[in-house]
């Protein structure tokens, strides 16, 4: 007891102590058994000894195999007031059942709550059984029950050291390749189960005997012949493939109908065969035991003719005489003879040759099938034929020192001429090449006379021009060589030189010969401001266009869009390389007419245009030329456009650049190294003033729609006009389009969609801006033409662009017509066909179409002349293909054909004669 007075106050603390023992920690295992009265399954009581934290019940064959061992009863002693539990449960000595299916910890938890966990796994004995009915097999064998079997129901693990022979899978023995493999079955621990002691077993697998003999097959004669087997009990039938052949074991001798032995090859002529196998002649392969049988075979006529040529001298057989064949040959034996396997169709040329002799020359005809027989008989060669260069500019191949019968032919020799040298003619005056000899009655010399290849440059002058040295109008050249200069001039002061057609710009020009070459100088005549082109009727008078750079592209007038750019109004000039353009860099310029500038000119001049151009893709430039003196300077530069959308600039030429001048000349250039092109409409050249033009606004249909002028807020200032008169350089009103009842407004003429013309350029002269409608009862028919120049349509025998009708009806027919120097290819667009007439039924809404014509490039006379090689005649009925006709030669030997420029192969054909090949080049002029 204490007490204690804190500020006056009196305290009492009595403290109570009281004693108890701690409880007990001990948290041991000290016995574990099994007893067999108490476990199904047990042979005897199972002491688990010594007793670790991981302890593996191991139950011995003679300790039995517990019935269920999801239900095993545990006999234990643990430290003294200490419990044992498994999981959650208490567990009572050899009462509480504990699953020991699988590995599981028990603990024991002391008095105080010390706990101490034990694994507990049981071990179970495995057993594996292997009893198979035999241990032999022979390949092919199919798969047999494997006989492994083990106690605890778990899968055996089997392996081979030859699985390709013998191996176990998904419970089967399969039977591999001939040989012996070593089996082994196992099973690891698992769960409740001990690893069972490993059982081997040998298994031997044997070849397969099987039976072969020839397929009583039918084969063409003059092929290789490949024998066909008959195999009986193959495994597998592509096993076939890799079987070597019988022959190659002397299986097998082949006799004909007469009981000859003979050998089996395509030489084999027509009739049955019989093969007798020699059954003492068995042999092996890698998988079978093959024993030959008899069998027999047909040989047939196919598609090739037996040719025989047998080779005599004075009617005695020749051996050792070779048989050309093109490029292929074959050498005569002991008996003279040589067989050839041909197609039917044609006559075959034979050059028969033996060194000391002269060759011969044979032709077997199968020009209907049949079996030829040739006989030859060679002549010992004494006259001499030999063959020289005359001069320089070649070489010859082949034997050119031949020793040659009387009356014989010589062997072909080549002329190959130098770089830049051709074949003239031979010293007889012929022109074959290879030459031949024929007919030899003497010793004999043939020279080869090669000439210089020449080129001829022809230069051309349009009226209005005239060269200042005509003797150069034509030249021959050597090739690569360069021809003498050449320069023109204008024939008087109203003509100026425009350039020459292949884009030359220069008066003067010198050109080197790398092939017939012609071109024109062009020239126009003088114009007079002001200038102006729509495109409307084509390219213009006065107005041209020439491309140079590594890849040609021309500006053309066109309705239709380049591709990806949206069209300008109407027709309109557009440059368009070719997609690819493999060539490289395209300079493509469209020129103006020449200007005469009136003496003392002291005004400006503005240029305007529409234009389309995609500025990263190509470069359009507007450039100005004064006095015709060949001097482009950029009056523009590049045009600004930057993406493909139409767009409208004005230029003003200041009038110091033009002060003092004779002419002036505008060209649009155009640089890309791409596919990407551009567009030009609407052209002026005028000088600038304070005068008005109208400026008319009309509605297509006409009647469908009226016009507002706008004020700049866009409320209405004047109602129904028609016009505008608008100050040179300013740009008009605003104007909206107000359709009439049915119509619905479409677009204006310059691409704007919307009914409000916000978009007008600067006025420079009158002009007309287009509303367009459409009834919704109607549609529209529009047809194009690439190019203008080319053709137009017309229906109903009357040139037009559209027609319109009611929706469902039928469009009258229209048609493509071609202009002079062209041909129609196709119509495309919305509708496509290759005739000339086009006509849709039942047209439900607006169509485009679109007519496509070409160019027809100048033909010129090919005369082909075909004479007997031996004799000279003519060959009438000579048959030559040619750019996909057939030609027939007339009495004469003559057959004609018209071809553009261009190189074409050809072929000539006879019956009797070898056909014979070639190749044309037919180059502004006529061949012969």
């Not at 199919?142 to 191996?167: F, R």
């Not at 830049?420 to 031949?436: F, G």
Request: with cysteine; glycine share 8%; charged share 20%.
């Amino acid at each position: 007891v204490a007490n204690a007075n804190l500020f006056n106050k009196q305290l009492t603390q009595t403290v109570t102590l009281t004693f108890a023992e701690d409880a007990s920690k001990e948290c041991d295992l000290l016995t574990l058994q099994l007893e067999k009265s108490k476990n199904a399954g047990l042979q005897k009581d199972v002491n688990v000894n010594p007793i670790t934290q991981s302890i593996l019940i191991r139950l011995a064959e003679a300790d039995g195999t517990l019935t269920d061992p999801k239900k095993v009863k545990l006999t234990f002693t643990v430290s003294p007031e200490a419990e044992l539990y498994h999981l959650d449960t208490k567990l009572e000595s050899g009462v509480t059942e504990v699953d020991l299916s699988s590995p599981t910890v028990i603990t024991v938890k002391a008095a105080n709550g010390t706990k101490k966990s034990y694994t507990l796994q049981l071990a179970q004995t495995q057993t594996i059984a292997w009893q198979l009915d035999k241990t032999e097999y022979t390949y092919g064998d199919k798969p047999v029950a494997s006989g492994i079997t083990v106690n605890s129901g778990l899968a055996p693990v089997v392996t081979s050291d030859h699985p390709e022979v013998a191996s176990v899978a998904g419970g089967q023995l399969v039977i591999g390749k001939p040989g012996s493999a070593a089996l082994r079955a196992t099973r690891p621990s698992s769960g409740m189960w001990d690893a069972a002691e490993p059982k081997d077993m040998a298994i031997t697998v044997g070849k397969k005997p099987v039976t072969v003999k020839v397929a009583n097959k039918k084969y063409p004669v003059g092929y290789a012949l490949d024998l066909a087997y008959d195999y009986t009990t193959l495994v597998n039938p592509q096993d076939a493939r890799s079987m070597p052949s019988p022959f190659d074991n002397n299986c097998f001798t082949v006799k004909d109908a007469n009981g000859t032995t003979v050998q089996p090859n395509g030489a084999l002529p027509v009739g049955k065969y019989t093969v007798t196998a020699d059954p003492a002649k068995t042999y092996e392969t890698s998988y079978y035991t093959v024993t030959p049988e008899s069998g027999s075979f047909e040989m047939v006529q196919g598609d090739l003719w037996r040719v025989s040529i047998s080779v005599t001298e004075n009617a005695n057989p020749l051996q050792d005489a070779t048989i050309i064949l093109g490029e292929e040959s074959e050498t005569t034996g002991a008996d003279g003879v040589v067989a050839w396997y041909l197609p039917a169709g044609k006559s075959y040329s034979f050059t028969v040759r033996k060194d000391g002799y002269s060759d011969v020359m044979t032709t077997a005809d199968l020009t209907i099938g049949k079996n030829v027989d040739l006989t030859v008989d060679l002549k010992k060669a004494t006259l001499t034929l030999t063959y020289s260069v005359d001069g320089t500019g070649g070489k010859l191949v082949g034997n050119l020192n031949q020793m040659v019968a009387p009356d014989g032919t010589g062997q072909p020799v080549m002329a190959k001429p130098d770089a830049n040298y051709m074949l003239d003619k031979w010293s007889d005056n012929t022109t074959e090449n290879p030459h031949v000899a024929r007919n030899i009655a003497q010793n004999t010399e043939i020279k080869a006379i090669f000439k210089e290849i020449k080129y001829t440059l022809t230069y051309k002058v349009e009226n209005g021009g005239k060269f200042k040295d005509a003797t150069k109008a034509t030249q021959e050249v050597v090739r690569f060589a360069k021809g003498d200069e050449v320069e023109i001039e204008a024939a008087d002061e109203n003509h100026y030189f425009k350039g020459w057609s292949d884009g030359v710009t220069t008066l003067k020009r010198q050109d080197q010969a790398v092939a017939n070459m012609e071109v024109t100088a062009l020239f126009g005549t003088y114009a007079t401001l002001p200038g102006s082109n729509d495109f409307e009727n084509g390219l213009g008078d006065g107005w041209y266009t020439l491309s140079s750079g590594s890849s040609t592209a021309l500006w053309e007038v066109t309705q239709s869009p380049l591709v990806g750019y949206p069209p300008l109004d109407g027709h309109f000039a557009g440059v368009e390389p070719a997609w690819p353009n493999p060539e490289g860099k395209v300079q493509a310029a469209l020129y103006s007419p020449c200007y005469k500038l009136e003496n003392g000119w002291n005004s400006e001049l503005v240029v305007s245009m529409n234009y389309t151009v995609f500025s990263s893709m190509g470069k359009l430039q507007l450039q100005m030329c004064v006095n015709n003196d060949g001097n482009w300077m950029d009056a523009l530069g590049a045009f600004p456009t930057a993406l493909r959308t139409p767009g409208f600039k004005a230029h003003t030429v200041p009038a110091g650049q033009l002060s003092g001048r004779k002419s002036v000349q505008f060209r649009w250039y155009y640089t890309t190294s791409v596919s990407s092109g551009a567009e030009l409409d609407n052209i002026l050249i005028i000088k600038p003033s304070t005068e008005k033009f109208k400026v008319h606004y009309i509605a297509e249909p006409a009647g469908a729609a009226t016009f507002d002028k706008l004020k700049d807020d866009g409320t209405v200032e004047q109602a129904g006009i028609t016009e505008q008169d608008v100050e040179m350089g300013k740009k008009p009103a605003n104007v909206e389009a107000k359709a009439n009842s049915p119509y619905k407004f479409v677009r204006w003429s310059n691409g704007e969609t919307q009914v409000k013309l916000s978009k007008q350029h600067e006025v420079y002269r009158e002009q007309t801006y287009t509303a367009y409608l459409s009834d919704p009862a109607m549609a529209t028919i529009t047809y194009q033409v690439v190019t203008p120049d080319a053709g137009y349509v017309e229906v109903e025998g009357a040139k037009t662009q559209s027609q319109t009708i009611t929706k469902g009806t039928n469009a009258k027919a229209a048609k493509a017509v071609a202009n002079p120097g062209y041909k129609f290819l196709f119509w495309d667009g919305d509708l496509g066909t290759n005739k000339e007439t086009i006509a849709p039924t039942s047209v439900q809404e607006n169509l485009t179409l679109v007519a496509h014509f070409v160019q027809v490039p100048p033909e010129y006379t090919v005369t082909f002349t075909i004479t007997d090689a031996d004799g000279g005649a003519a060959i009438d009925g000579a048959t030559i293909e040619i750019n996909g006709q057939t030609l027939t030669a007339d009495a004469s030997g003559k057959a004609n054909i018209d071809l553009p420029n261009g190189t074409y192969t050809y072929i000539v054909k006879k019956d009797g004669y070898e056909d014979k090949d070639g190749s044309v080049v037919v180059n502004g002029a006529a061949v012969d």
